[in-house]
């Protein structure tokens, strides 16, 4: 069965760095998003990627984040300047239409250490 | 903003039982969707069932039901024949008529004893 994947499963930056974390969403998908959770807490949205720009974002998603499409297959958030806050499970999912009944497959998660 | 909470951090249910798992949601919307996901230790979410609101009646999937109840804002869990493979962490998630964003209640962890 078709997956999202991410990569890496174990990211560790130093805060004030710049980090990417990627995803290859399942390959017939077209609706695309990020969630992140911080540990002990609840799975939060970020952003939601259609047709090569964002079509919702959260009041978390502000400039320090962006996300990308650079080719076919992936789809990636950067977060600039990290923080010690920005620790957080981050969890990328793709869906196949916009309809509210449409599942969203999530991916395994990138966990992100900020030291 | 649409709240989704689940008040059982933990559960345990011995193997070949039934257990039920609850969650409960706010919002003003008429229409909209929820969903539980399964999160076992391997971390990827899985969808378990989906429920519309229009629907009256109760979702199954085999041995994963719903009791969803409009008017209580209630959308519980029952699994049903308990089994080891079922031991993870359970997101009960809410989606709206529109918009893309899922909204998680902070998640219930289902051991099974075996």
């Known amino acids: 069965e078709p997956e999202v994947t991410q990569t890496p499963s174990h990211q560790v930056t130093q805060m004030g760095q710049e980090v990417i974390l990627r995803c290859v969403p399942i390959?017939?998908?077209?609706?695309f998003y990020w969630y992140r959770q911080i540990l002990g807490q609840k799975v939060e949205f970020l952003v939601s990627?259609?047709?090569?720009?964002?079509?919702?974002k959260s009041e978390i998603f502000d400039d320090q984040f962006s996300v990308e499409r650079p080719d076919g297959s992936n789809f990636t958030l950067k977060i600039r300047s990290t923080k010690l806050e920005d620790s957080a499970m981050y969890f990328c999912?793709?869906?196949?239409?916009?309809?509210?009944?449409?599942?969203?497959?999530f991916g395994d998660g990138t966990r992100l250490s900020i030291l | 903003a649409q709240t989704v909470t689940q008040s059982q951090p933990e559960m345990s249910v011995q193997e070949a039982e039934t257990v039920t798992l609850s969650c409960t949601y706010d919002?003003?919307?008429?229409?909209?969707?929820l969903f539980w996901y399964k999160q076992p230790p391997s971390r990827q979410m899985i969808l378990v069932i989906r429920?519309?609101?229009?629907?009256?009646q109760n979702a199954t999937e085999n041995r994963f039901s719903v009791n969803f109840q409009k008017a209580a804002k209630s959308f519980s869990l029952k699994i049903s024949d308990s089994q080891l493979g079922d031991a993870a962490m359970y997101f009960c998630?809410?989606?709206?008529?529109?918009?893309?964003?899922?909204?998680f209640g902070t998640g219930t962890s289902l051991t099974v004893i075996p």
């Open positions: 999912a793709s869906s196949a239409g916009q309809g509210s009944f449409q599942p969203q497959h």
């Open positions: 390959s017939n998908h077209l609706y």
């Open positions: 990627f259609y047709n090569n720009e964002i079509s919702e």
């Open positions: 919002t003003s919307e008429s229409d909209y969707y």
């Open positions: 429920q519309e609101a229009y629907k009256q």
């Open positions: 998630a809410y989606r709206g008529n529109t918009g893309n964003q899922f909204y």
